[in-house]
């Protein structure tokens, strides 16, 4: 199982999200679609959920699925800097770490190892 799961449809970035995970032995799972990452966010070891809000797949419309489904996991949002607007909306939904793209990728692997569950607890 996953200690992360990240909606992101972006596939160069995905492949940055898998590579910083791989160096950090973080588990992570990328889903491109709204039902995957939903079904992939209810399994029990995950620790992180990470969602691009620029994503295709309609960020805000899964937030709120979280939302209402009365998601207890840590969510991080991050978007494009001049994207304040999607930012506030995701914020509104109840997201509470909303960051830029440029902050995100930066302390991607602090963000990552932060989720890294302790040894021996995935089955």
């Known amino acids: 199982m996953a200690d992360v799961v990240a909606l992101v449809d972006d596939v160069f ?3 940055k999200l898998v590579a910083t995970a791989r160096q950090g032995a973080v588990k992570l799972s990328a889903a491109s679609s709204k039902d995957s990452f939903l079904a992939q966010a209810a399994e029990p070891d995950v620790a992180l959920l990470i969602v691009d809000l620029n994503s295709r797949a309609g960020a805000i419309t899964v937030l709120e ?3 209402d489904s009365g998601n207890q996991r840590p969510v991080i949002a991050f978007f494009s800097h001049v994207q304040t607007e999607l930012a506030d909306r995701a914020r509104s939904i109840g997201c509470r770490r909303v960051m ?3 902050r995100f990728t930066r302390n991607l692997a602090t963000i990552l190892a932060s989720a890294k569950a302790p040894a021996g ?3």
């Open 65 to 67: 699925s979280l939302r």
């Open 121 to 123: 607890d995935h089955s």
């Open 100 to 102: 830029p793209r440029s």
């Open 13 to 15: 970035f995905q492949a």
